[in-house]
């Protein structure tokens, strides 16, 4: 199956015809589970679904205001956000995918990396290909010691978020001083909007490095680096590694959790689930009841029957006990207090 790689800023229509008739459920968010959701919709019999691809942070903002059915979002909203929402808001995790450092290097096609030195690249403090902490880690590889361009996202990120949120556990300077969110006060870096932005960026620019989602790495035919875990292990981004990140983590009956820098020892250390956001009480607005449960049996789909598509994709499944706790919650949708 060919796979096709949908613009950030494009709208996902789908449309069928089904018992759900003319209901059209929206959506909006991560970039990272956008090629997967592509397939997910399009193949899915039970309403239209709009989802559009404009970063997570976007996608929380829209979630709040209920403008959209759904948010897409690829770290969990924080206690704060959830307090601040104008009703109970869920957290499902779809699929869990690898954010990569890409890079654009002529003559070279593997490098690894370590958390301190992208770290330090991002930093700032790491200018040239040929700086000692990347040979060192790349022995025997000729790397040309072009300047380094850093490519990073200029709008509300989960990808941002997931490869931030590594950072700041593998490096104390980078805690201190840069953290972790969906929207960082970059020391580096020329800013690109979505995944494809910046792997646009790191294809059209020699001596760039940028963290993308995996699919958009590989559909874009970019390289990227084996990145070293807390085993020790340089690991290449991969389904089963990303899958491995999962293992060993105590998932939360909510299923809002960090999987960066697993303790697996077989774990590809950027990894990260990401999650559809929606009401609990579907009965607000003009809302129908028809149109709560057509959204809950499109959650249903995509943590069940959906499940097919995600390898395919370059996304690993959902663990089965991961899977049963996002059924839970999806059980748990009422209007109005009416279980749907």
Request: charged fraction near 15%; avoid cysteine; hydrophobic fraction near 35%.
């Amino acid at each position: 199956m060919k796979k096709t790689l949908l613009g950030l800023s494009a709208l996902l229509t789908i449309g069928t015809a089904s018992a759900q008739g003319t209901i059209t459920i929206t959506g909006a968010g991560a970039s990272f589970p956008y090629p997967l959701y592509s397939k997910m919709f399009a193949e899915y019999k039970g309403a239209n679904v709009n989802y559009q691809s404009v970063g997570s942070g976007s996608g929380q903002k829209q979630i709040l205001e209920r403008t959209v059915d759904f948010a897409g979002s690829d770290n969990p909203m924080t206690d704060a956000q959830l307090k601040d929402a104008p009703g109970k808001l869920l957290h499902i995790p779809t699929a869990i995918g690898a954010v990569v450092p890409a890079f654009n290097l002529p003559g070279v096609t593997k490098l690894n990396f370590d958390g301190p030195t992208l770290a330090n690249i991002y930093l700032g403090k790491i200018k040239t290909w040929g700086d000692p902490a990347i040979k060192k880690l790349n022995p025997g590889v000729t790397i040309p010691p072009l300047p380094i361009t850093v490519a990073r996202r200029s709008d509300g990120s989960g990808t941002t978020f997931v490869f931030s949120d590594y950072l700041s556990k593998v490096s104390s300077e980078w805690k201190s001083k840069v953290g972790a969110g969906n929207s960082l006060q970059w020391p580096v870096g020329t800013g690109a909007k979505g995944n494809d932005g910046v792997a646009g960026v790191v294809k059209s620019t020699p001596g760039a490095i940028g963290y993308v989602e995996l699919v958009y790495a590989k559909q874009n035919k970019l390289n990227f680096g084996a990145v070293k875990n807390r085993a020790g292990k340089f690991i290449v981004a991969d389904n089963g590694p990303a899958s491995k990140a999962a293992e060993g983590v105590v998932i939360p009956a909510d299923t809002r959790v960090s999987l960066t820098n697993s303790a697996n020892a077989d774990a590809y250390p950027i990894a990260s689930f990401t999650y559809v956001i929606f009401y609990q009480d579907q009965k607000y607005g003009s809302r129908t009841e028809a149109q709560g449960k057509a959204l809950k049996n499109l959650l249903t789909y995509m943590v069940t029957t959906g499940q097919q598509y995600n390898e395919g994709l370059d996304y690993a499944k959902l663990p089965a006990g991961v899977a049963s706790k996002a059924k839970n919650i999806i059980n748990s949708m009422n209007y109005g207090g009416k279980k749907l």
